[in-house]
């Protein structure tokens, strides 16, 4: 079935380390891939997103590239801050099927960043 | 806008009683979705409406209720509830159609509910 696998955490750093956190995919059909944040006491938010192979999504330092060789989407910043605590989510979207007018996100079991000054 | 807004933020509630979540959008929006948080775990889907119809239940057991009396609003009626079923409740929405790239859920804040 769909799955997503992220790096066990929790992921502790310094403020202005480098930060790479893996997620690899399962390769049914061809899923578009998400990174969603979630900061303390607050739901989900979306932080980037790729829908093809070799697409990059970035936002806010963030980047992460869609590598359908290696069938993964691995998150990275150059350079995190304290404000970057928080639980980071891989997801996948089941593609439509049969002409549904919705997606499944299958998510990764998350990883909490823990950011010290 | 993305804002896809929760009401209320917290819940405390007895086995016994009857109480609703609430979620609403104006995004144009036409599926919408309930998720269920535990502490340090990733979401579980619940129950999915596109166009106003429930498309998906994932067994979820019947004191959960969702209703969805337009496009805009999401309902979660909950009685009788269990002490387990304490956590984060998450309400998300998407666009209807438009390809991959489109159909992006964004979440609202959740209910924290304590079932005591």
């Known amino acids: 079935g769909d799955s997503v696998t992220q790096m066990e955490g929790p992921v502790t750093l310094s403020e202005e380390a480098f930060l790479t956190i893996n997620c690899t995919y399962t390769?049914?059909?061809?899923?578009?891939l998400f990174w969603y944040v979630q900061y303390p006491g607050e739901g989900l938010q979306l932080l980037l997103k790729?829908?093809?192979?070799?697409d990059k999504g970035s936002n806010k330092g963030f980047e992460a590239t869609y590598r359908k060789e290696t069938t993964s989407f691995h998150l990275e910043k150059g350079s995190v801050q304290v404000s970057d605590s928080a639980v980071y989510f891989c997801?996948?979207?089941?593609?439509?099927?049969?002409?549904?007018?919705?997606?499944?996100?299958?998510f990764g079991q998350g990883t909490i960043l823990t950011v010290h000054p | 806008d993305t804002e896809v807004t929760q009401t209320p933020k917290h819940l405390v509630m007895g086995m016994t009683n009857k109480k609703s979540l609430k979620c609403e959008q104006h995004?144009?929006?036409?599926?919408m979705y309930w998720y269920k948080q535990k502490a340090k775990k990733p979401p579980e889907l619940m129950f999915v409406?596109?166009?106003?119809?429930?498309?998906i239940n994932e067994s979820v057991p019947s004191r959960f209720s969702p209703e969805c009396p337009n496009s805009s609003l999401l309902n979660l009626h909950l009685h009788a509830l269990q002490p387990e079923d304490s956590a984060l409740y998450l309400c998300?929405?998407?666009?209807?159609?438009?390809?991959?790239?489109?159909?992006?859920?964004?979440f609202g804040a959740g209910t924290r509910l304590s079932v005591l």
């Open positions: 390769a049914t059909g061809y899923p578009s």
């Open positions: 409406y596109s166009y106003e119809k429930l498309s």
């Open positions: 790729a829908t093809k192979a070799d």
């Open positions: 995004m144009g929006h036409r599926a």
């Open positions: 997801a996948r979207r089941i593609a439509n099927a049969g002409g549904t007018s919705y997606g499944k996100l299958t």
């Open positions: 998300a929405s998407s666009h209807p159609t438009g390809g991959r790239a489109k159909n992006i859920q964004y």
